[in-house]
């Protein structure tokens, strides 16, 4: 059906997007029948200008009620010209294959995959720069609860490179199995790539940082397929 506007804070459907991203069983509650969901999740691709965000954050009601916070911004170079770049079928085909296997994979109800012990102590590591980050009081309170998300956003980038690079070499994941230091390496090292967009995003669209000067997620995409290439080898 149709959703409302993001700005009508009055409607219980950004509160549904929130509890989407945790995931998890959800029963929509209908006249005629209510619809059970097993999996109450979705992911969401979008552009919008930075002059539509921000007269909508400078109301106030986006900022802090944790919708947006629960989105990665990146904001990106504008291109220099109008040349497409030639499309890599294998490239195309590896990541068919690679979606297709996650899609199958079985899950370890009974043995959960965790963090191996080096992976669980760098990623403490990480959150306590974060914690220092937020305590150094230069930002504003949407930004800081979007920072704050990043505990959460680490270690789910780890399981799902984790994951991947299981599904591109068509390979189930063991009982006991751990996520490597290596990995969560990588996923913090990304997740410090995208709080400098988070900082970035937020000091532009409320209107204290000049919007020329944008972010290259290059470094982004190098750091993924330098880790990809290692797992492969």
């Given amino acids: 059906g149709k959703y409302s506007s993001a700005k009508d804070a009055a409607t219980g459907e950004r509160s549904a997007w929130i509890q989407s991203w945790d995931g998890g069983q959800h029963t929509v509650l209908r006249a005629a029948k209510p619809i059970h969901v097993d999996s109450w999740s ?7 200008t930075v002059s ?12 802090n009620d944790g919708f947006l916070q629960r989105f990665l911004m990146i904001q990106t170079r504008h291109q220099k010209s109008d040349c497409d770049h030639e499309q890599d079928p294998e490239a195309l085909d590896a990541m068919t294959r690679t979606l297709a296997n996650l899609r199958h994979m079985r899950p370890l109800d009974d043995a959960p995959l965790r963090l191996s012990p080096d992976a669980y102590g760098y990623f403490k590591q990480f ?7 937020l305590r150094s009081g230069l930002y504003s309170s949407g ?11 680490a270690p789910r980038l780890a399981l799902t490179l984790h994951l991947s690079a299981r599904a591109s070499m068509n390979q189930q994941c063991a009982a006991g199995e751990y996520v490597s230091l290596e990995t969560m390496q990588i996923a913090c090292e990304i997740c ?9 995003f937020w000091d532009v669209t409320i209107g204290e940082r000049n919007t020329e000067q944008r972010q290259d997620i290059r470094m982004i995409c ?8 290692e ?3």
Avoid at 127 to 133: F, K, P, R, V
Avoid at 143 to 152: G, N
Avoid at 222 to 229: D, F, G, K, S, V
């Fill in 231 to 233: 797992q492969r080898t």
């Fill in 52 to 63: 539509s965000l921000r007269e909508t954050l400078g109301t106030g009601k986006l900022q």
């Fill in 192 to 200: 410090q790539q995208l709080i400098q967009h988070t900082i970035y």
């Fill in 143 to 153: 930004c800081q609860s979007s920072i704050l998300k990043f505990r959460s956003h």
């Fill in 42 to 48: 979705c992911c969401i691709l979008g552009g919008v």
């Fill in 127 to 133: 959150m306590e720069g974060l914690d220092n980050t």
């Fill in 222 to 229: 190098e750091a993924i397929c330098c880790w990809y290439l």
